[in-house]
């Protein structure tokens, strides 16, 4: 197939998807209709009566009395509270790794920085101005913690 041919098989599957689409919205609006006004005050009374008949029916002769569902209760918030803990406990170990990857990095920078620095002109090394003197960049090179607090800012 040439070129041309493709385009215009690529522009009829999008007419053929947006058509689609239309349709599927517009079947799903009658629908969402449909199912809302299917559910009259009548019907919900009727259904949650039906519902509330077969759990008494259903439920074993009393094996889920009230300590029993504080027993669960208690079971699941206790691993709730494992779970959270454990996605914390994950957070903070890929905190750690980027703490720690920010930390080399600035190292490769200072260091990067200080073999800058030795090869830089003496001349070139204090300035004349003691005005000019305040607006220069500190020659020593930050500490890991402190490149590494710059980096995360930013």
């Known amino acids: 197939m040439n070129f041309d041919a493709l385009q215009r098989r690529v522009r009829r599957a999008e007419a053929v998807v947006q058509v689609r689409n239309e349709e599927t919205t517009q079947q799903w609006e009658l629908l969402n209709h449909t199912w809302r006004s299917a559910w009259t005050p009548g019907r919900i009374i009727v259904v949650g009566l039906a519902g509330g008949f077969l759990a008494g ?73 003691p005005a000019t003197a305040a607006n220069t960049p500190n020659p020593v090179p930050p500490r890991a913690a402190e490149a590494a607090t710059e980096l995360s800012e930013s």
Request: aromatic letters at 4%.
């Open 57 to 129: 029916k259903l439920e074993p002769g009393g094996a889920f009395s009230g300590a029993r569902w504080l027993q669960m209760i208690g079971s699941v918030s206790g691993l709730v509270a494992s779970a959270q803990a454990s996605v914390a406990s994950f957070a903070a170990a890929a905190a750690g790794m980027a703490a720690s990857h920010a930390a080399d990095a600035a190292d490769e920078a200072g260091d990067a920085a200080h073999a800058a620095a030795h090869n830089a002109a003496p001349a070139s090394a204090t300035p004349a101005n």
